[in-house]
């Protein structure tokens, strides 16, 4: 199964000429999913529609590491896009979303037509569904879907960044495309929030600390079943054909001389599944829970709005430097860090000028010197930059 994450806007505050404010998505098998809809996201959209030749032309392309890493431009349909992440209230991370919602209205069924034959329902029963999930106050802000809202704790932010009930409840009667979403609770066992679970993946969130209640996302596909151990049938006698699916599938087979072959001990060690880990904004990582649902993420991306000489600045804003994110990429034992989220002042590399004092390649090497000695690969993220997250082997 093929996925990849690709970076859509990677700076902070506001949307500029050169980098867009935040949102990235991961794409797996036709899905689409976002994480944080900043201002523009639906101009990056369309542009990451351009060819990749268009791309890097504009520049050097990014270095790879051992791991593949591809640039390229790719197309990103806003109809394919079934859920949504916000991590905090800050408008550079959701002043995009009422008109991307907008545009995937108009691409998806609108239902049926006016005319004859009986009134619809309260709603159009096939238009599919965008779950979006993100702190409590976003489905106020919203009232046009579903939202879940995690529940936050006074240990996110400051007392000034806590938001009232008042300010956050939602009243009023449901639209007509609106479903009623969930509040989650942090589960204390592992102090994560459990978003969903399916055959493929299981979604949780985390806390973290910022001037306003701040999440993380972890997204960990499941283990995949081991292949069949083909040589260990053939010296049992068994030979390619129904008791092959059978295997497969899960079941026992009887063998000739009477024996019983179970499954479990005819297939290989199951596949690892791949964890990708974004951050949202952040100073800290709240609790216990972060550095454990991070643990092996095969990329963990972590804003890194300032350098490390600005560190001061940074943490009285709620921000992270490079050397910060290091720190818990290597805690998480993570295979590679992408730094995010750059402070405008940090131009792409390909739009840096002779002289300009803020190199964005700096970030990157004050956070490979911070993982000196660790196995954890650096990458700096761009806008319209694709990683293709490959299969475990």
């Known amino acids: 199964?093929?996925?990849?994450?690709?970076?859509?806007?990677?700076?902070?505050?506001?949307?500029?000429?050169?980098?867009?404010?935040s949102a990235l998505v991961l794409r797996t098998e036709g899905e689409c999913w976002l994480f944080d809809c900043g201002e523009g996201t639906q101009t990056q959209i369309m542009k990451s529609q351009l060819r990749a030749s268009e791309y890097r032309s504009w520049g050097p392309a990014v270095p790879v590491g051992p791991h593949d890493i591809t640039v390229n431009r790719v197309l990103v349909p806003p109809g394919r896009i079934t859920k949504v992440f916000i991590s905090h209230l800050h408008g550079d991370h959701l002043f995009g979303l009422p008109g991307l919602l907008c545009t995937v209205s108009l691409q998806t069924s609108p239902g049926p037509p006016p005319g004859p034959g009986p009134p619809p329902g309260p709603g159009p029963p096939h238009l599919p569904r965008l779950d979006i999930y993100g702190?409590?106050?976003?489905?106020?802000?919203?009232?046009?879907?579903?939202?879940?809202?995690?529940?936050?704790?006074?240990?996110?932010s400051p007392p000034e960044g806590q938001l009232s009930c008042e300010v956050t409840a939602a009243c009023g009667p449901l639209h007509p495309q609106?479903?009623?979403?969930?509040?989650?609770?942090?589960?204390?066992?592992?102090?994560?929030?459990?978003?969903?679970?399916?055959?493929?993946?299981?979604?949780?969130?985390?806390?973290?600390?910022?001037?306003?209640?701040?999440?993380?996302?972890?997204?960990?596909?499941?283990?995949r079943?081991?292949?069949?151990?083909?040589?260990?049938?053939?010296?049992?006698?068994?030979?390619?054909?129904?008791?092959?699916?059978?295997?497969?599938?899960?079941?026992?087979?009887?063998?000739?001389?009477?024996r019983v072959l179970l499954s479990s001990d005819a297939m290989e060690k199951p596949v690892p599944g791949r964890k990708i880990c974004i951050f949202g904004d952040c100073s800290s990582v709240v609790g216990e829970g972060p550095l454990k649902v991070c643990q092996g993420a095969d990329i963990l991306v972590h804003e890194a709005t300032l350098a490390d000489e600005q560190q001061e600045k940074a943490v009285?804003?709620?921000?992270?430097?490079?050397?910060?994110?290091?720190?818990?990429?290597?805690?998480?034992?993570?295979?590679?860090l992408v730094l995010y989220h750059f402070s405008q002042r940090y131009k792409p590399s390909a739009l840096q000028r002779d002289g300009d004092d803020?190199?964005?390649?700096?970030?990157?090497?004050?956070?490979?010197?911070?993982?000196?000695?660790?196995?954890?690969?650096?990458?700096?993220?761009?806008?319209?930059?694709?990683?293709?997250?490959?299969?475990?082997?």
């Open 135 to 156: 702190p409590p106050g976003l489905r106020k802000y919203l009232r046009v879907s579903l939202v879940h809202e995690l529940e936050t704790l006074p240990d996110q």
């Open 316 to 336: 009285d804003h709620g921000h992270s430097t490079p050397r910060m994110a290091a720190a818990v990429a290597r805690a998480c034992g993570a295979r590679r």
């Open 358 to 393: 803020d190199d964005v390649l700096t970030l990157r090497r004050q956070a490979e010197d911070a993982l000196q000695g660790s196995a954890v690969d650096v990458t700096l993220a761009e806008d319209f930059l694709t990683l293709e997250i490959p299969l475990k082997r």
């Open 225 to 258: 079943p081991g292949r069949l151990n083909t040589e260990l049938l053939k010296k049992l006698g068994l030979h390619p054909g129904p008791l092959y699916g059978r295997l497969k599938a899960g079941e026992a087979v009887t063998l000739e001389d009477g």
């Open 178 to 223: 609106e479903q009623q979403g969930r509040s989650v609770p942090l589960d204390v066992s592992s102090d994560c929030y459990l978003l969903f679970e399916d055959k493929r993946f299981v979604v949780k969130a985390f806390r973290l600390f910022h001037r306003i209640p701040s999440f993380g996302f972890c997204v960990q596909e499941q283990d």
């Open 1 to 21: 199964m093929t996925m990849d994450l690709t970076f859509l806007g990677t700076g902070s505050a506001y949307p500029s000429p050169g980098r867009g404010a």
